[in-house]
């Protein structure tokens, strides 16, 4: 048997639509997650040979794609991070660029403002103290995943007040 073929009986057709369906809850947008699915079997074929070292093709997939949603999640936003590396910086000295910057903050202060309690602590520790999530979650006594998913939420916040 072929590894494409072993690739398709044993990752891809028993596994799409249940990866699918896992990666639209950790995601913002259906078309996102359909991307992220497409390119943890993107990551599987690319092992080449080493596919039959895959013991529990299940486990494997579903692993790989939480850990490339959370690596996803925790990537700066990088109109994020020019619009303070600007404002810092005193790069901007048109009225319109600063204008442009207090607003982008104003929106982002609001949107942290608006968070929950608990969400925005964690955001805090982990942005602005360098905080790891395994440091947070001692700290408040919650697990390493309610950490991720306050951190999503928080992040998706943040990236709606961009729009």
Not at 109 to 124: D, G, K, M, Q
Request: glycine share 4%; with cysteine.
């Amino acid at each position: 048997m072929s590894n494409l073929n072993k690739f398709l009986d044993f990752f891809y057709c028993p596994h799409f639509d249940g990866l699918n369906r896992f990666l639209v809850r950790r995601v913002t947008t259906p078309e996102g997650a359909a991307d992220l699915t497409q390119e943890v079997f993107t990551r599987i074929l690319e092992r080449g040979d080493k596919i039959e070292e895959i013991r529990h093709p299940r486990g494997y997939l579903f692993r790989s794609a939480k850990n490339l949603a959370a690596e996803l999640w925790r990537a700066p936003n990088q109109e994020f991070v020019e619009a303070i590396e600007d404002w810092e910086h005193g790069l901007s000295d048109s009225p319109e660029d600063i204008l442009h910057h207090r607003q982008t903050l104003s929106a982002l202060l609001t949107a942290i403002e608006n968070l929950p309690p608990r969400c925005r602590e964690v955001f805090l520790l982990h942005r602005f103290e360098g905080m790891s999530y395994p440091e947070i979650a001692t700290q408040l006594g919650i697990g390493i995943s309610a950490v991720e998913k306050q951190m999503m939420r928080a992040m998706k916040a943040c990236r709606n007040a961009f729009e």
